[in-house]
């Protein structure tokens, strides 16, 4: 059959099951816009207030539901307007495919009006970009696109489309999606019969578990796998919810601000088996300290993690749930019952505390918890709140915790809840931020309002930048440079404004009957919380140290740790 451009990429959307996409329209994209709302009642467009916006919406979209997010922009500033978002999806291995339209192809390369070569602009922050100049290929480069989103290791992909393209008409011939097949063909059995060798071997080994596992589906063959090797278990930021945050055997988030039981632990270990991670600098602190008295095994989907921040010692590079598949069988049941209770004791003697009875950041985090009974999705910005967001919510199951990892997106959260929240709306969403993050893109309110999206939206208000802060209280001498918020900024009534129900808090009391308010609301809530400006993070490693000189208050209280 005959169609336009623009109704070739609405039937190539739902030959992949897209039902949900999240945009902004303008001039050059008008075309698809127009198709798009002739197929309204298959695709659900969310109009979002910035473009920013509508691509972490998309990005927290795929994160809750395993599929890929789908954004939309314009031209020009429209398309730039997504870079953030697309760099955020790249960095925490998200599929994820951008749309955007340009100017015609006439016009292409004369600095015509919101013209931008966002393909070329992307490439860093892409698997790939393309540019669609012929309605010919245009089926062809968008199922492309969703391809290579969920092949191998995922990540967000690009498709500009030009005007004319969008208008022009071509046969158009449906297909059947492709299936992707899980990486298994890059798993040799020597590497399995070595790692095996290496597990048995082992006398004191600890479980690394990253995003990976998540990404892979996993997490079943990761709990049997960690029963077999009979080993504690740490996690990155974008693993949680890989394994079971209340089992006996976890221990805590590994790194900066890590347990002191984790980091204690992998630094003492003899075999450090490496699930899906990327061995981040936030993780490893000084990489030739890091894990020093471990082999390490490294499982990934992609060979050029292998070896490329931490020397490892053996690895496996192929689908994290292909290579448990095949390794479980090969495991013989270990019993490390002396190693545990080494590790149990330092669980004992290192508790993760803090100041009861005022409203602080943990406390926040454990009333969510409690009043959701650890079944909500959270979602969070960057800083102080996402660690202890990381900290003091014990995710269960995967795709639970979603959070800007690796370029640490300041505004990502309130977008990414929009996306959650209508990806399973069966789950309520939480979104821990900052309210130097919140203010970036709180105008993403008005649209959780417009289409009364049920999320709840907890602002940690310390009228401070609070990480930056922090670090300029022990690194800086205490000089605040640019990181005090201590304005007139009313959140509550700018969120009332932007058509929320809004509540500031200020006690326990206060924040225990506004979580119970907000659980039970039909659309969005902003609970602005307000604590002290020099709450901290801890356990925290100082940057470039070791992993296991992690200090907490008590440390600098009891002059154990000082600073010049």
């Known amino acids: 059959m005959q169609l336009t451009g623009s109704e070739i990429v609405i039937e190539c959307l739902k030959e992949q099951g897209v039902d949900t996409v999240f945009g902004y329209p303008g001039g050059t994209i008008l075309n698809i816009y127009d198709a798009l709302y002739k197929h309204s009642k298959e695709i659900n467009h969310i109009l979002t207030s910035h473009e920013q916006g509508a691509a972490h919406a998309a990005d927290g979209y795929a994160r809750a539901t395993g599929k890929v997010g789908v954004c939309m922009a314009t031209s020009g500033p429209g398309a730039t307007n997504l870079v953030t978002g697309i760099a955020t999806a790249y960095m925490d291995s998200i599929p994820l495919v951008a749309i955007t339209a340009n100017v015609a192809l006439p016009l292409l390369g004369r600095d015509t009006f919101q013209e931008v070569d966002i393909a070329g602009v992307t490439m860093p922050i892409t698997k790939y970009s393309f540019i669609v100049k012929d309605v010919e290929k245009l089926a062809d480069t968008i199922r492309r696109a969703f391809k290579i989103a969920q092949s191998g290791r995922p990540g967000p992909v690009l498709v500009d489309i030009t005007k004319d393209v969008t208008a022009n008409t071509t046969e158009y011939t449906p297909k059947v999606p492709e299936k992707i097949e899980p990486v298994s063909s890059t798993i040799r059995e020597k590497d399995l019969i070595k790692a095996s060798q290496l597990i048995k071997d082992s006398k004191k080994p600890y479980i690394f578990v990253g995003g990976g596992v998540i990404a892979s589906g996993a997490d079943r063959e990761l709990a049997e796998f960690v029963k077999k090797v009979h080993a504690p278990v740490t996690d990155t930021l974008m693993g949680k919810g890989g394994f079971d945050g209340t089992d006996p055997l976890y221990t805590g988030m590994l790194g900066m601000h890590g347990t002191k039981t984790s980091n204690h632990g992998v630094t003492e270990c003899d075999l450090l088996i490496a699930i899906g991670v990327r061995f981040s600098d936030r993780v490893t602190g000084n990489t030739k300290k890091f894990a020093r008295n471990a082999k390490i095994l490294h499982i990934d989907i992609d060979a050029a993690e292998i070896n490329k921040n931490v020397p490892v010692t053996a690895s496996i590079v192929g689908d994290v749930k292909e290579v448990l598949n095949r390794l479980i069988p090969m495991t013989d049941q270990q019993n490390h019952d002396e190693w545990l209770a080494h590790i149990e004791e330092y669980t004992k003697k290192y508790p993760m505390t803090y100041a009861h009875g005022a409203l602080t950041g943990p406390a926040i985090v454990e009333e969510i918890y409690k009043v959701t009974e650890g079944d909500a999705i959270i979602t969070t910005d960057v800083g102080q709140h996402q660690m202890w967001a990381g900290q003091y919510y014990r995710y269960t199951s995967p795709r639970t915790f979603i959070s800007s990892g690796g370029l640490g997106t300041m505004g990502y959260g309130l977008g990414a809840?929009?996306?959650?929240?209508?990806?399973?709306?069966?789950?309520?969403?939480?979104?821990?931020?900052?309210?130097?993050?919140?203010?970036?893109?709180?105008?993403?309110?008005?649209?959780?309002?417009?289409?009364?999206?049920?999320?709840?939206?907890?602002?940690?208000?310390?009228?401070?930048?609070?990480?930056?802060?922090?670090?300029?209280?022990?690194?800086?001498?205490?000089?605040?440079?640019?990181?005090?918020?201590?304005?007139?900024?009313?959140?509550?009534?700018?969120?009332?404004?932007?058509?929320?129900?809004?509540?500031?808090?200020?006690?326990?009391?206060?924040?225990?009957?506004?979580?119970?308010?907000?659980?039970?609301?039909?659309?969005?809530?902003?609970?602005?919380?307000?604590?002290?400006?020099?709450?901290?993070?801890?356990?925290?490693?100082?940057?470039?140290?070791?992993?296991?000189?992690?200090?907490?208050?008590?440390?600098?209280?009891?002059?154990?740790?000082?600073?010049?």
């Open 417 to 564: 809840a929009i996306g959650a929240q209508i990806g399973r709306p069966d789950k309520k969403v939480f979104n821990i931020a900052g309210d130097g993050c919140f203010r970036m893109n709180l105008n993403e309110v008005a649209t959780a309002s417009r289409y009364q999206i049920p999320l709840v939206q907890v602002v940690i208000n310390n009228h401070v930048l609070g990480m930056v802060r922090q670090w300029q209280t022990l690194f800086y001498g205490k000089r605040y440079s640019s990181t005090v918020l201590n304005d007139s900024v009313d959140f509550v009534k700018v969120s009332e404004g932007l058509g929320a129900e809004a509540y500031r808090v200020t006690t326990l009391e206060e924040l225990r009957d506004a979580l119970e308010k907000a659980k039970a609301a039909k659309g969005p809530v902003v609970l602005d919380c307000i604590i002290d400006c020099d709450d901290k993070v801890f356990p925290m490693a100082g940057p470039g140290a070791p992993i296991e000189e992690c200090f907490d208050a008590q440390d600098i209280e009891s002059g154990r740790v000082t600073f010049d």
